[in-house]
């Protein structure tokens, strides 16, 4: 069994609130903000962080999505439906943004012990449990099949996926991202993953196998839980479970240096998705 309870345990959290802040710009600037993130905390140049962030419609392809056979009309009907269209650069396949769900980063360093994947898996799915008790065990991780960006981190209870857990590693720092459907229909959002494969494959054979979505599968937590949550409530639960697991919370964006390393990984990650969108 992994020590998750020595994995979020710590002196000192850094705390960036980005729930609100980042909702009117491009899901890029998560990525390279996680991307930071890790490079600082790695180096022990930050304390472990959590980071909440939430973007306005946006679909988040995987690498394998965009090598869909007709990934241009794909995008054509994202783009028709008010989303923007970005590759991550990370792993997994396409998954929804919109302003009911939360995205939530822990980023810790490697240094003095490392950090094996199933490791930084199990501290997020602790963390998850921690921030809604009324769920508590029935919180499970197993792949839901039918759910969009499948995985054997799926986040479910009573077998309807509300979540998925991925994580990017650099210069020895962890970032373990997850995506909460807080609010909404999770159903309606696997319907335009669902659409977009149909309109991406027409019927294609592939070498590669793409998910079979199936929408009722899928759900927010508010209706899991039968409670009106909102995306503010759990940003507030976060907080608050931060002053439980330490001693102390820095609350601070990132400061002029900072700011250029950010800068740095930015135009990185703009530069590689622009890449990835013109081989499609």
């Known amino acids: 069994m992994w020590n998750t309870e020595f994995i979020l345990s710590k002196p000192s959290w850094r705390w960036i609130d980005d729930s609100i802040a980042a909702r009117g710009r491009s899901a890029l600037e998560s990525f ?3 991307d930071t993130l890790c490079h600082l905390v790695g180096q022990q140049m930050s304390p472990s962080t959590v980071r909440s962030w939430v973007h ?6 995987g690498i394998q999505d ?8 794909a995008t054509s009907y994202l783009e028709q439906e ?10 997994g396949l396409a998954v929804v943004l919109d302003e009911g769900v939360l995205n939530l980063s822990i980023v810790l360093s490697e240094q003095g012990s490392s950090i094996d994947i199933p490791e930084g898996y199990e501290a997020m799915l602790a963390f998850v449990r921690m921030l809604f008790p009324e769920a508590g065990d029935r ?5 839901i099949v039918g759910s969009y960006c499948p995985g054997s981190y799926d ?3 009573d077998g309807r996926k509300f979540a998925g857990i991925s994580q990017r590693r650099l210069r020895q720092g962890i ?6 459907c807080v609010e909404g229909s999770g159903s309606e959002r696997a319907k335009i993953i669902q659409e977009m494969y149909n309109i991406g494959l027409a019927g294609e054979e592939t070498k590669f196998r793409y998910p079979s979505i199936e929408p009722t599968v899928m759900a927010s937590l508010s209706d899991l839980l039968d409670m009106p949550l909102t995306v503010s409530d759990v940003v507030i639960r976060t907080q608050l479970l931060l002053r439980n697991l330490a001693e102390d919370i820095v609350m601070e964006g990132f400061n002029s240096e900072e700011m250029e390393l950010y800068a740095f990984y930015l135009q990185r990650v703009v530069e590689r998705n622009q890449k990835m969108l013109a081989q499609a």
Request: charged share 20%; no cysteine.
């Open 82 to 91: 008010g989303y923007r269209v970005i590759v991550r650069n990370s792993g």
């Open 139 to 143: 919180i499970q991780a197993y792949e």
């Open 155 to 157: 986040l479910s209870i």
């Open 32 to 34: 390279a903000a996680d």
């Open 175 to 180: 970032a373990v991202q997850v995506y909460l």
């Open 56 to 61: 306005g419609k946006t679909i988040v392809l």
């Open 66 to 73: 965009h090598r869909l056979p007709h990934i241009e009309k």
